[in-house]
């Protein structure tokens, strides 16, 4: 987006950077040597770098409440985008196309008016671009698309957390229903069976984070199956990427997944697996969020239940389901104290002994065997199995794998049980795949599953980069027209980094697993190594171990430990 030809004659309308708002419309009012005088328009004069300032559209010609298409600015630059933004949000005005994209800015507000069955019927069949952009549109040239040219499409939903992907996701779904839903009469349909196995897949898979009081903590591709009609004939979910160290692991102010609360809140179920509340439990206490605003655990919890019914799970499985969220908190309590031998461990007390025996029975397994698992660990040698006592620390990690293992068993369970009842159509030739995963992911402290998550974005990235950009170009390239190339950053060289064989990150980090004497260490040295000079790689000047991965959206540091 960098404006090079900028004509910077006094009077000449520009963006200057602020430090409070991000950028100011501002006006040239003298050329000093290298440097350019502003006034902003606050009636502030600033001193600035030519290549730090963006042209302006001048604002006679900017339409009233801004454009809705980014490409009709004149100047195409972050500030220019941003205003335009800003003016189209303060109208309600949450959509905006650039070209065939759509950019939805979170209105934190319902806006029923924009989704009822009016909208719906006026968006279906309109030309894409004939009305304002929405979200509607953009789900109807790809059913439309799937009908005429008969090929499965798929809508790409992506943002940062909290910027509504799952709201946005709803709605597609609600209009592909509408389009391509049943005639009235018939059963409960396909698509009403898959949104009404959502409220299930955000108990088990939605959390409070410091973003977003109903984050998902997974992504998700929705396919929807269309028959030769273009009705809708099966569907299915596939998840990607559970946050999984969530279940044992929170911080203030978030909290653990929706359903161990509504289990704490359930009253007669609760009591049942000796539970109370979440304040006596490890996996939830670590964080002294419990409850969220506007919303009762204990309603919740019915909720999950019936959606449970739809789903078509029996009493049984809702029973084992429940008693196996109970047993992973009661798993979360159990300590260890140092054994007699050096480098043992023991259960630490008789809490922990209690919640051990719960534990094992509610996972219906032996107690003893419970407790072995959790303090030893057994290696397969050639001369056969050796049995190696954990130190404390060794214990807590065991347990802790244990209980997000069981938990991501029992959400991919659940999501096949889900795919199971809304059936999906293996006769089908086209569908239309919704993806509404995470956006790329930055914290102080990068974990694994912020590695992956990145790895999955870049890899999207590159994808919308060739279909995008590669593309479009080449239909210029084709049709002979005069075409100033759009310049974009080819991410390949990150991707080499983290998935090449045989010596990207992944690479090394596959065969660091496969020796047993691998360490955290060893793996350092061997990928700085091999990874050297890596313009994408930078070790961190103080540490073995940290390394940061410049991505396309910015850099993430992550560290190597055991
Ligand atoms: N179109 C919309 N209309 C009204 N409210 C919205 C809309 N989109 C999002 N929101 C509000 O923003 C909240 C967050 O949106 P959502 O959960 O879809 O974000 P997300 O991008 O999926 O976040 P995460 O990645 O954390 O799951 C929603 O709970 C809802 O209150």
Known sequence: MAEPNMNLRKGAKVWVEDKNLAWVAAEVTDLRGKQVQVQAVSGKTVLALPEKLFPRDADEEEEHGGVDDMTKLTYLNEPGVLYNLQRRYALNDIYTYTGSILIAVNPFTKLPHLYNVHMMEQYKGAPFGELSPHVFAVADVSYRAMMNEGRSQSILVSGESGAGKTETTKLIMQYL????????????????????????????????????????????????????????SGAAVRTYLLERSRVVQITDPERN??????????????????????????????????????????????????????????????????????AILHLGNIEFSPGREHDSSVIKDQKSTFHMQMAADLFRCDANLLSTTLCTRTIQTREGSIVKALDCNAAVASRDVLAKTVYSRLFDWLVAKINMSVGQDLNSRVQ??????????????????????????????????????????????????????????????????????????????????????????????KLFQNLRGHLRLEKAKFSETDFTVSHYAGKASGRIVS
Not at 281 to 294: D, I, M, P, R, V
Not at 469 to 496: A, G, P, T
Request: hydrophobic letters at 35%; proline letters at 2%; one cysteine or more.
């Open 177 to 232: 229903t509408f389009v391509g839903g049943r005639a009235a009469g018939d059963d409960r349909t396909v698509e009403q069976q898959v949104l009404e196995s959502n409220p299930l897949l955000e108990a088990f898979g939605n959390a409070r984070t410091v973003r977003n009081d109903n984050s998902s903590r997974f992504g998700k591709f929705v396919e929807i199956q269309f028959d030769a009609n273009g009705r809708i």
């Open 257 to 326: 997944y929706h359903c161990f609360y509504q289990l704490c809140a359930s009253g007669k179920d609760a009591e049942k697996y000796k539970l109370g509340h979440p304040s006596h439990f490890h996996y939830l206490n670590q964080s002294k969020t419990y409850e969220l605003e506007g919303v009762s655990n204990a309603e919740e919890y019915m909720k999950t239940r019936r959606a449970m019914d739809i789903v078509g799970i029996s009493h049984e499985d809702q029973e084992a389901i429940f008693r196996t969220l109970a």
């Open 432 to 525: 239309i795949g919704v993806l509404d995963i995470y956006g790329f992911e930055c914290f102080k402290h990068n974990s694994f599953e912020q590695f992956c998550i990145n790895f999955a974005n870049e890899k999207l990235q590159q994808h919308f980069n060739e279909h995008v950009f590669k593309m479009e170009q080449d239909e210029y390239r084709k049709e002979k027209i005069n075409w100033s190339y759009i310049e974009f950053i080819d991410n390949q060289d990150v991707l080499d980094l983290i998935e090449k064989k045989p010596i990207g990150i992944i690479a090394l980090l596959d065969e660091a697993c496969m020796f047993p004497k691998s360490t955290h260490r060893t793996l350092s040295t």
